[in-house]
């Protein structure tokens, strides 16, 4: 499985973006899809995850009730919606592929190449 992110880009403090994860090859029910994100000097961090089977979802504590995570089983896509975004969201966003419901980098084994996102007025 090879997965490709995409979305990244320039957004003013409090607007919306919408990532997208297309995953190529089977992804198994017993999977999980999780968005990171990694800026400049800071260590890796969780933001969402997806269990692929059953669609329940994992948000991290800064972006709970401005972003969502959902999937599209059809089109073995993952998406992140960010809303209300805020400067401190500025950074290299990552999909990952993994089997546990798990907020920690070293449970993903699969890893998108990642897409930028600033957030600047």
């Known amino acids: 499985v090879q997965l490709q992110a995409s979305g990244g880009g320039l957004v003013q403090p409090g607007g919306s973006l919408r990532l997208s994860c297309a995953a190529s090859g089977r992804i198994y029910s017993s999977s999980v899809m999780g968005w990171f994100r990694q800026a400049p000097g800071k260590e890796r961090e969780f933001v969402a995850r997806?269990?692929?089977?059953?669609?329940?979802?994992y948000l991290g504590d800064s972006v709970q009730g401005r972003f969502t995570i959902s999937r599209d089983k059809t089109v073995n896509t993952v998406y992140l919606q960010m809303s209300s975004m805020r400067p401190e969201d500025t950074a290299v966003y990552y999909c990952?592929?993994?089997?546990?419901?798990?907020?920690?980098?070293?449970?993903?084994?699969?890893w998108g190449q990642g897409t930028q996102v600033t957030v600047s007025s």
């Open positions: 997806i269990a692929w089977g059953d669609g329940r979802t």
């Open positions: 990952a592929l993994g089997i546990q419901r798990s907020a920690d980098t070293r449970d993903y084994r699969i």
